[in-house]
């Protein structure tokens, strides 16, 4: 997939990621509307996602790992831990999250590259809900709780 992507847009777009307050970047496919929402995203390693899930019936996340590594976390409705899966080029480099599933990721290397798929056509109202019991993106509360999913991370792939 990687191919699509030309190396000089490739740098563009972690360019952006890197001057981005989260960290990561949205290369996005898709037009409004379209039923089939496609984007490349671009992460840095000190990315904090807050946890969160897709409430509709179809939303299955697929994610395409296309450079880099990352371990996939999903949760509990009290935001426990479930599982850590990791994702690495020449291993795994797919996975499918379920609707309704708690999940964030964390990444292994300094930078990744994910290809994202779900279907339903984007409303930002309902498209996905934040986790109560994990802290906002962006706040000294989501510094602490990234080093603990990272703690995590580490002793899973140890």
Not at 64 to 85: D, P, Q, W
Request: proline letters at 5%.
């Amino acid at each position: 997939m990687t191919s699509k992507i030309p190396k000089e847009d490739m740098l563009y777009f972690y360019k952006e990621a890197e001057h981005s307050i989260r960290r990561r970047y949205n290369h996005v496919l898709h037009k409004k509307g379209d039923y089939l929402n496609r984007f490349f995203n671009f992460i840095f390693q000190d990315s904090y996602m807050q946890p969160h899930l897709h409430p509709g019936p179809k939303m299955t996340e697929k994610m395409y790992l296309i450079e880099g590594s990352f371990a996939l976390i999903t949760f509990n409705n009290n935001g426990a831990i479930n599982k850590i899966t990791t994702l690495s080029i020449g291993e795994r480099d797919y996975i499918e999250v379920p609707p309704k599933t708690w999940h964030t990721y964390v990444m292994l290397t300094e930078k990744a590259v994910i290809y994202e798929t779900m279907e339903g056509i984007y409303d930002p109202q309902t498209w996905k809900e934040q986790a109560d019991w994990a802290p906002l993106e962006n706040t000294e509360k989501a510094n602490d709780y990234f080093l603990h999913l990272m703690k995590n991370v580490t002793e899973h792939t140890s």
